[in-house]
């Protein structure tokens, strides 16, 4: 560049770095014209004739490679793919709903349009004067449309982005021909508290059109929305914390901590060795924007992604609760999840098929918040670390088998876990399974011999499901091994010591089996010197909705779908069914909910038959009442909501996704006091009253 005191001698710049002194008085359009002809073409441009931040972004564009004669900008996305973008910038169009209601009345007429992008420049809603959107169609300036300075070159919303601060274009500023018509003033969205850019709002007109405070409105118009979303961060770090008030009796947990949708810490409590704790501090590895099952895929190793657990607000996910379990034999040090390097490998949009979690046993493995749920852990607990036989009851699909692995603990401390289902073989292979054979012993046998199931569990433990299903046959010789420790394979006389720890599952009544002459009494008591009953999920109302959002991350993540959202509809029906195959039969729904729609909110009419039957009987009795406005209809939800819940605010409030002070301020709006249950008729586990102190 030369000398800029020299007078007389033109000031010049190329493509090597160097920078534009500031202008001392604007350009005009025919000098910017110059100047980017001359710029386009490699010639040197005379100083003055283009601003700095101008001259900035044309070395951008030509190094990104932008093709200065591109008449339009390109569509990133339509139809579906539009769509599902908006779903992952919720927060933000919420956030912008209000602006952009009124900005499309006030630019109805005004030769303007506003403009809302994500922050990669893609623009996804627009409002103002028709006949400006119908011209902007030319150049795609339109929903779907990319206008990343990357890929459009110098504009006011891709500008923006890549100055991270304001900016305004005017007509022949634009890098590219075919946009060289617009005035564009553009501000940046920031996550409130960050530096996260969520998106950009924009001004965009013909030049006849132009106002000088363009630009100034798009600034008020973020930091509006900016305010608006400090507002529902608000909300949601007091979500946030009331998940923890439910969580935090948890008797195996060691630490407690929630993370907002930031991964920043909003609260912790307990020892969590390894994380930076203080107020604010992000989780390593996590960032800003990643949907919860990325979170999962990218916890620090010594971190499990079944210690993750999504909250969600008004069916949207806002955070998650890392409940850290004390160190006990099933704690592993090595975080079962896809590793980074494989997720990077896959690439973001290709449908990849995560492998399952494995089960590594430990009671931190267990799901739940109730109080039925608590009962059989504790005492589960108590025998675990004891050599004893336990009987595991409960029905079917209720989780006896992650009881037992839970009581069983750590493989490489407490030896092999060896399970069997006593009735899934014939009565004739049983004593062979569980005894082993020697060659030749019967017909099928194998020539080398087998050992069975109790020598493989030498040392550990031997998990017998259906064990009321034992032929009666058997059943003397299951108690001679457990009295003496001894086995004899079938056809060999050699005996064969084993130490061998037996857990029990069955889903009958053994008692009963014992008088109805189906099962021995001395083994009876040989097996029960202590019992573990699986309450049922009707008996866990606390967990359903608990269980459905660990089976919807869980899920989601092992086939590589994304999450799906509950309404309080389907929340409510969910808690007003039986579910006689108890936690197996909401996984397998949830996972069917997965796989078979691509919307993001489940409706009601996926979900089965007999279970839409029986919510259908729940709501029975509650009267329907016209809407006459939306004070009458959120009053009337309010209502169904509490009457749902039998007057318990606080399951009100999670079924409506509020805080109960909000719903409970509402109550008092409403005068619905005597729909509420009296303090002192409260449930066991509402430790915490429902009136807001």
């Not at 992008?117 to 409002?127: K, S």
């Not at 000088?212 to 608006?228: F, Y």
């Not at 457990?482 to 029990?504: F, M, Q, S, T």
Request: net charge neutral; aromatic share 4%.
């Amino acid at each position: 560049m030369l000398d800029d005191q020299e007078s007389g001698r033109s000031l010049v710049a190329r493509d090597n770095g160097a920078h534009l002194p500031a202008p001392q008085a604007a350009p005009s359009e025919r000098q910017t014209m110059e100047a980017w002809e001359r710029f386009v073409s490699g010639q040197e441009v005379v100083a003055g004739c283009v601003s700095k931040h101008v001259w900035s972004s044309w070395q951008r564009s030509r190094r990104h490679g932008v093709e200065p004669a591109t008449r339009l900008a390109p569509i990133s996305v339509t139809g579906d793919g539009l769509e599902q973008l908006r779903l992952r910038n919720q927060m933000l169009m919420a956030a912008a709903k209000g602006l952009f209601m009124t900005t499309a009345h006030l630019l109805a007429r005004s030769g303007s349009i506003m403009l809302l992008t994500d922050a990669q420049g893609v623009v996804l809603e627009m409002a103002g004067d028709h006949a400006t959107m119908a011209a902007a169609r030319d150049i795609r300036l339109i929903e779907g449309g990319n206008w990343n300075e990357g890929v459009i070159g110098t504009n006011g919303i891709g500008t923006a982005l890549a100055m991270r601060s304001p900016a305004q274009v005017h007509t022949a500023e634009h890098f590219c021909s075919g946009i060289k018509l617009w005035v564009c003033a553009a501000a940046p969205v920031f996550m409130p508290g960050t530096d996260q850019i969520l998106g950009v709002v924009d001004i965009s007109c013909p030049p006849a059109s132009y106002q000088v405070n363009n630009l100034a409105l798009a600034v008020a118009s973020a930091r509006q929305i900016e305010a608006v979303l400090a507002e529902r961060i608000s909300q949601e770090h007091r979500r946030l914390l009331e998940a923890c008030l439910q969580m935090s009796g948890r008797a195996d947990s060691q630490a407690l901590l929630a993370l907002d949708r930031n991964a920043c810490l909003v609260h912790s409590s307990g020892n969590a060795p390894g994380l930076d704790v203080r107020q604010g501090a992000r989780v390593a590895g996590l960032e800003p924007g990643q949907c919860i099952e990325d979170w999962a895929r990218r916890l620090p190793e010594h971190l499990r992604s079944e210690w993750l657990h999504p909250v969600t607000l008004n069916g949207a996910f806002i955070g998650g609760l890392l409940m850290v379990p004390k160190a006990s034999r099933g704690t592993p040090t090595k975080s079962p999840v896809v590793t980074e390097s494989e997720t990077k490998a896959s690439g973001p949009d290709v449908g990849v098929s995560f492998p399952p979690i494995p089960d590594t046993g430990g009671f931190a493995k267990l799901v739940w918040n109730s109080r039925a749920m608590r009962s059989a852990i504790e005492r589960a607990q108590q025998v675990s670390a004891r050599r004893v036989p336990v009987l595991i009851q409960g029905e079917t699909g209720v989780g006896k088998e992650l009881f037992a692995r839970a009581i069983h603990g750590d493989d490489e401390r407490n030896g092999p876990f060896v399970t069997f289902n006593c009735g899934a073989t014939t009565k004739e292979l049983i004593g062979s399974e569980l005894f082993g054979h020697v060659r030749g012993a019967f017909t099928g046998a194998t020539n080398e011999g087998r050992a069975g199931r109790f020598e493989l569990a030498h040392g550990g433990t031997l998990c017998l499901d259906e064990i009321g299903e034992l032929p009666l046959d058997l059943q003397p010789v299951l108690l001679r091994v457990l009295e003496e420790g001894v086995i004899y394979r079938l056809g060999d006389g050699k005996p064969r010591h084993v130490n061998v720890r037996l857990l029990a599952m069955t889903n009958r009544d053994l008692l009963q089996e014992v008088e109805a002459g189906r099962f021995r009494r001395d083994l009876y008591h040989r097996i029960n010197v202590t019992r573990v009953r699986v309450p049922p999920l009707r008996e866990r109302e606390q967990d359903i909705e608990l269980l459905m959002e660990h089976f919807n991350l869980q899920l989601s993540l092992r086939h590589g779908v994304p999450v799906r959202q509950f309404g309080p509809d389907i929340r409510a029906a969910m808690r007003s069914y039986s579910w006689p195959g108890n936690v197996r039969e909401l996984r397998n729904l949830v996972e069917s909910l997965l796989l078979t729609s691509d919307q993001d909110l489940v409706q009601l009419s996926e979900l089965p038959e007999e279970l839409l039957a029986t919510s259908d009987q729940h709501l029975v009795g509650i009267p329907e009442a016209p809407v006459t406005s939306l004070e009458e209809g959120e009053r009337i939800a309010i209502v169904r909501a509490i009457k749902d819940c039998q007057g318990n605010l606080a399951k009100a409030a999670r079924a409506l996704g509020v805080s109960r002070s909000t719903l409970y301020r509402k109550v008092e709006r409403y005068r619905l006091e005597d729909l509420v249950r009296p303090s002192g008729a409260k449930d066991a586990e509402t430790s915490v009253s429902d009136r807001p102190s």
